[in-house]
């Protein structure tokens, strides 16, 4: 199994930055890539970004693309999510995802943290 912890949301104005990070522990060895999702209140989860672990590959939805990055620290089992010129629609606890199969395949999630952004 992997274990997933994120860290470092909270409270941020409109236009601001956050950088969250999520530390995976266990089978780290078995991660094909990381990935982070989110979910507004009443809203579905939804992609926002994953990395492969071993190329670095990325990939990214529309609505964050040229906003946020991410990135992995290999040496550390850590995903980060770097948020800049945040929105209050990019409200959500967002979570963490890890798969071991391939890119769209998730198999182990974390608790999630929230990013709350005001207006």
């Known amino acids: 199994q992997v274990q997933l912890v994120e860290s470092g949301g909270g409270l941020v104005q409109a236009g601001g930055s956050l950088r969250l990070s999520c530390a995976a522990s266990?089978?780290?060895?078995?991660?094909?890539?990381m990935n982070w999702f989110r979910q507004a209140p009443g809203k579905d989860r939804e992609f926002v970004a994953a990395?492969?672990?071993?190329?670095?590959?990325?990939y990214y939805a529309d609505s964050v693309k040229g906003r946020f990055t991410i990135s992995r620290d290999n040496a550390k089992n850590t995903v980060f999510l770097h948020m800049n010129s945040l929105k209050p629609d990019d409200t959500a606890v967002y979570y963490c995802a890890v798969g071991t199969r391939g890119l769209y395949e998730y198999d182990y999630w974390g608790q999630g943290t929230q990013v709350t952004v005001s207006s």
């Open positions: 266990g089978r780290t060895f078995s991660i094909y890539a």
């Open positions: 990395i492969t672990w071993s190329a670095g590959a990325t």
